[in-house]
């Protein structure tokens, strides 16, 4: 099977294809996959054989830490302009402060 010559051309060389590059039959989908089936009456039966099961190990003595550090404290309502924390003023203080150079 080709794929269409139009399809090939300049403009769709490196751009993705989108339901409204083809005709109709074509679903692109959410590739989420179905956990289950619907009814005739408009309900959803789950199967959970389908449904997807995460394992976690235990995590006692798991030396890794995330990477924001525990150290930093919430602020909440404290900025130093009326324009809130959207300022750009505000924002470069603070990071001029905290990192020490432009």
Known sequence: MQ???ALLGM???KLR???KDVNKGYYK???SGSMGRHTK???YIID???VRTYVVPPLEGFK???FVSKAIQRVHGQFDSAAGPRDPNTYLSRW???NGFD
């Open 11 to 13: 403009r769709y060389r």
């Open 17 to 19: 294809l989108t339901t």
């Open 64 to 66: 890794l830490t995330p």
């Open 29 to 31: 989908g959410t590739g």
């Open 41 to 43: 009456h408009g309900g």
């Open 3 to 5: 794929p269409t010559r």
């Open 48 to 50: 959970w054989s389908k």
């Open 96 to 98: 001029k402060a905290e």
